[in-house]
């Protein structure tokens, strides 16, 4: 057994790896090639009896301040075997030689076997946001405009969250199962990819929301989070998100929103043949200290 760097030759066993991973929904067989091409994303795999039995990346951002570990995948056949805690080791121990300030991971709720590793390393839960993914949602005549949403610029919704920090917690900006520190080169780089919206009510903001299109599943699907104040507020930002969503042919939504939201339950057509759980951030500073 031993990890080596990623080869471009290792692509068709991740793939295979990815297949047979939540249930054939794992989108990492769709996320290899931009993780190939990030220039700050360390991809490894482990090697077991000559063949990829194990993968994982740690992805440095927030201005390297973050070391992210992201993407643990085990070939079903090799599972509790204790390939996860190897790999996780040595992403930790690259960490460390990165100089970063610490270590973040994020999964779902329900994700037992992650949780047994933060839980092992020391990590703490630092986020916590609802998500829920739904195809079939095109039919869905759904309408709620209690809250003037409208589009906004980049600058405008940075400029809008710094003034209403309450807005998001911990101050970090969570998307696609990523996590970031909120900050304007953040939302620089999105200015061109994400649409970005607002809702306000008697001059006061109570939603700031954005979305942007995606392939998964060989199809285009829109991924989208909403921090809003209060239920009507959200209500409209999601109204608006699944409007944009229509408008921009995505055959599947999904969508990170702020915790204490459950109104999508009550929604006609959003509440059924829909896979909620919840997004989970853990986090340790340094020193990492892992035996």
Same mark, same amino acid.
């Given at each position: ?30 996320? $290899?090639?931009? $993780? ?52 996780? +080791? ?8 990165? #100089? ?33 993914? +739904? ?16 589009? %906004? ?30 900050? +304007?080169?953040?939302?620089?780089? +999105? #200015? ?30 829109? %991924? ?30 999904? %969508? ?36």
């Amino acid at each position: 057994m031993f990890i080596r760097s990623f080869q471009l030759s290792d692509k068709g066993a991740l793939i295979e790896i990815s297949k047979h991973t939540w249930s054939g929904y794992d989108h990492l067989q769709y996320d $290899l090639d931009e $993780l190939i091409r990030n220039p700050n994303s360390y991809l490894y795999v482990l090697e077991y009896k000559d063949r990829v039995v194990a993968f994982a990346n740690l992805n440095i951002i927030d201005e390297a301040r973050t070391a992210w570990m992201e993407n643990m995948r085990v070939h079903w056949r090799y599972r509790k075997r204790g390939f996860a805690w190897v790999i996780t +080791k040595w992403l930790i121990s690259k960490a460390e030689g990165l #100089g970063v300030e610490r270590l973040r991971l994020a999964t779902t709720i329900e994700n037992e076997a992650t949780r047994r590793i933060t839980d092992r390393i020391g990590m703490s839960q630092i986020l916590q946001m609802q998500i829920f993914w +739904k195809g079939n949602y095109r039919g869905i005549r759904w309408r709620d405009t209690s809250v003037p949403t409208v589009s %906004c610029t980049a600058d405008e919704a940075y400029n809008l969250l710094r003034s209403n920090p309450e807005l998001i917690p911990e101050g970090i900006i969570s998307y696609y199962w990523h996590s970031f520190d909120f900050s +304007k080169v953040l939302f620089q780089s +999105k #200015g061109r990819q994400f649409q970005f919206s607002k809702g306000e009510r008697n001059g006061k903001l109570g939603s700031l929301s954005f979305g942007y299109l995606r392939t998964f599943h060989d199809a285009p699907m829109w %991924c989208s989070s909403i921090y809003a104040l209060d239920t009507p507020s959200f209500t409209s930002a999601l109204s608006q998100q699944l409007q944009i969503a229509k408008r921009e042919q995505a055959q599947e939504v999904l %969508c990170f929103h702020s915790a204490p939201f459950q109104v999508a339950n009550k929604i006609p057509g959003l509440k059924r043949n829909r896979f909620s759980s919840v997004y989970v951030l853990y986090e340790k500073p340094r020193p990492f200290n892992i035996q």
